[in-house]
């Protein structure tokens, strides 16, 4: 089945509040920059991503440092790998008083806060931004998680996600359960809004209970945009019922383009409408003026990376102790079942190696986690970078791009001076922003009012 997509791209960054980027040797080049802990950091990188007209910047997060690696934190503080973890909502603040255009997403858990809670924030967020929020909703991932928010494990895959989904119906009721009109705000009569046009909730489910009524009125987007990146069985079909934005990470583009056709039929199949639904695979970029200094970047990127990163990472992400085991050794059935994080990682290396039982080695090989080769990267003079890009985007592999960084900032610099403008040239991106909130810019319409009381 074929689907409508949007005739260009939509570009998004792919952030950290940290010491780093998604790439954790990012701290080690030595044109990062170093002032992570300030507010003009992430403003810097928000006035060059609005600069090159970028759709969104959002930002990835955990609630924990990676300590499941021997069930410590000491190696990942001693080598940096993603041990600074700030709050988003400040940071979101700072950089969208920097910008007027820039779409801001931040990543909030299902599994660890309260509806009504996340609902205010994003509410009030949108608000203060004029339109230009966005949630990415997550599970969370690992137990380090659980004993900072006061559980002692970490729940089982499939019930986080039937306890997102609902999470999901109460934040989007008390969302629209004011309605456009309901603030009168008249002086004379002293009426300020219509009582009949603000509804309360009085949810009560397996889950959840929240009365209501919600504390603050539809926002100028209708509501914020939700962004998703679920991968497993029960991760696609989440996001293809919730997301309007969702971030997959595809190995090359006939990869890309399978998981693209399948998930825009489960889309369809949700009864939504596919082409109201943006799907882009995460990637880095590694762009020069020449081929020859496009190479050297790419060394020096490609050399800063550390074994213990990858350690580290796969420990934290598939919530299993990766220092227990030798390289060549062999995971059981057991402990393959006993995976609790990211089951579409670990799915994705038994099928790769075709092996029933992978080896550690064949984790850190296949995922290549703590590495550029983690992701996509495109690499090369700018022609080059837009060729490959324009392949992935017209051969029907996705709607745009999530660009990871290799250094902060200058890889988004980079990418804004050399590339964007030649896929405008190309008349595969837009010259200026389309309008004022962040669905505009994304081609979707205003939000409709959620059915909360079917």
Same mark, same amino acid.
């Given at each position: 089945?074929?689907?409508?997509?949007?005739?260009?791209?939509?570009?998004?960054?792919?952030?950290?509040?940290?010491?780093?980027?998604?790439?954790?040797?990012?701290?080690?080049?030595?044109?990062?920059?170093?002032?992570?802990?300030?507010?003009?950091?992430?403003?810097?990188?928000?006035?060059? +991503?609005?600069?090159?007209?970028?759709?969104?910047?959002?930002?990835?997060?955990?609630?924990?440092?990676?300590?499941?690696?021997?069930?410590?934190?000491?190696?990942?503080? =001693?080598?940096?790998?993603?041990?600074?973890?700030?709050?988003?909502?400040?940071?979101? &603040?700072?950089?969208?008083?920097?910008?007027? =255009?820039?779409?801001?997403?931040?990543?909030?858990?299902?599994?660890?806060?309260?509806?009504?809670?996340?609902?205010?924030?994003?509410?009030?967020? /949108?608000?203060?931004?004029?339109?230009?929020?966005?949630?990415?909703?997550?599970?969370?991932?690992?137990?380090?998680?659980?004993?900072?928010?006061?559980?002692?494990?970490?729940?089982?895959?499939?019930?986080?996600?039937?306890?997102?989904?609902?999470?999901?119906?109460?934040?989007?009721?008390?969302?629209?359960?004011?309605?456009?009109?309901?603030?009168?705000?008249?002086?004379?009569?002293?009426?300020?809004? /219509?009582?009949?046009? @603000?509804?309360? +909730?009085?949810?009560?489910?397996?889950?959840?209970?929240?009365?209501?009524?919600?504390?603050?009125?539809?926002?100028? #987007?209708?509501?914020?945009?939700?962004? #998703?990146?679920?991968?497993?069985?029960?991760?696609?079909?989440?996001?293809?019922?919730?997301?309007?934005?969702?971030?997959?990470?595809?190995? /090359?583009?006939?990869?890309?383009? =399978?998981?693209?056709?399948?998930?825009?039929?489960?889309?369809?199949?949700?009864?939504?409408?596919?082409?109201?639904?943006?799907?882009?695979?995460?990637?880095?970029?590694? @762009?020069?003026? %020449?081929? #020859?200094?496009?190479?050297?970047?790419?060394?020096?990127?490609?050399?800063?990376?550390?074994?213990?990163?990858?350690?580290?990472?796969?420990?934290?992400?598939?919530?299993?102790?990766?220092?227990?085991?030798?390289?060549?050794?062999?995971? %059981?059935?057991?402990?393959?079942?006993?995976?609790?994080?990211? #089951?579409?990682?670990?799915?994705?290396?038994?099928?790769?190696?075709?092996? &029933?039982?992978?080896?550690?080695?064949?984790?850190?090989?296949?995922?290549?986690?703590? &590495?550029?080769?983690?992701?996509?990267?495109?690499?090369?003079?700018?022609?080059?970078?837009? /060729?490959?890009?324009?392949?992935?985007?017209?051969?029907?592999?996705?709607?745009?791009?999530?660009?990871?960084? &290799?250094?902060?900032?200058?890889?988004?610099?980079?990418?804004?001076?050399? @590339? @964007?403008?030649?896929?405008?040239?190309?008349?595969?991106?837009?010259?200026?922003?389309?309008?004022?909130?962040?669905?505009?810019?994304?081609?979707?319409?205003?939000?409709?009012?959620?059915?909360?009381?079917?």
């Amino acid at each position: 089945m074929s689907h409508a997509r949007p005739g260009q791209m939509a570009l998004i960054a792919f952030l950290q509040a940290q010491n780093c980027s998604n790439y954790p040797g990012s701290w080690r080049h030595p044109a990062t920059m170093q002032d992570y802990l300030s507010p003009e950091y992430y403003q810097r990188i928000a006035r060059t +991503l609005e600069a090159g007209r970028f759709h969104m910047a959002f930002f990835d997060d955990r609630l924990a440092l990676p300590d499941i690696l021997n069930h410590d934190h000491g190696e990942a503080v =001693r080598h940096g790998i993603r041990v600074v973890k700030l709050d988003l909502v400040s940071i979101l &603040t700072a950089m969208g008083l920097a910008t007027t =255009r820039l779409g801001l997403g931040a990543t909030y858990s299902t599994t660890y806060y309260e509806p009504f809670h996340v609902a205010r924030v994003f509410a009030t967020l /949108d608000h203060m931004l004029g339109g230009r929020v966005a949630w990415n909703v997550v599970t969370s991932l690992n137990d380090s998680e659980a004993h900072n928010m006061g559980a002692t494990t970490h729940l089982e895959h499939d019930l986080r996600y039937d306890r997102a989904d609902e999470f999901l119906e109460v934040v989007l009721s008390h969302w629209d359960s004011w309605a456009d009109d309901a603030i009168v705000q008249d002086r004379e009569s002293g009426i300020f809004a /219509d009582p009949a046009k @603000v509804k309360r +909730l009085d949810h009560v489910g397996k889950y959840f209970r929240s009365r209501g009524p919600f504390t603050v009125p539809r926002t100028p #987007q209708g509501r914020p945009v939700l962004i #998703q990146a679920g991968q497993s069985g029960r991760g696609q079909a989440f996001a293809a019922q919730w997301g309007d934005l969702v971030f997959v990470i595809s190995p /090359d583009i006939a990869a890309a383009q =399978r998981s693209y056709a399948s998930f825009k039929d489960q889309v369809a199949r949700s009864g939504r409408d596919p082409a109201s639904v943006r799907l882009c695979p995460a990637v880095y970029c590694v @762009v020069g003026e %020449t081929e #020859q200094a496009a190479a050297d970047k790419r060394a020096l990127i490609e050399g800063l990376a550390k074994p213990i990163d990858g350690l580290a990472l796969l420990s934290e992400v598939l919530n299993y102790d990766f220092g227990s085991k030798g390289m060549d050794e062999a995971f %059981t059935d057991a402990e393959l079942a006993g995976i609790k994080g990211l #089951q579409a990682l670990r799915d994705r290396v038994v099928r790769i190696s075709g092996k &029933t039982n992978p080896t550690l080695r064949d984790f850190v090989e296949i995922s290549r986690r703590g &590495t550029i080769h983690e992701f996509t990267c495109f690499s090369g003079t700018p022609t080059q970078v837009a /060729d490959q890009m324009q392949a992935w985007f017209e051969g029907g592999a996705c709607d745009g791009f999530v660009l990871a960084a &290799t250094h902060m900032p200058g890889s988004y610099e980079d990418f804004v001076r050399l @590339v @964007v403008p030649e896929l405008q040239r190309r008349g595969l991106f837009r010259r200026e922003f389309d309008g004022i909130t962040l669905r505009e810019n994304l081609g979707l319409p205003r939000a409709e009012p959620f059915d909360w009381r079917r």
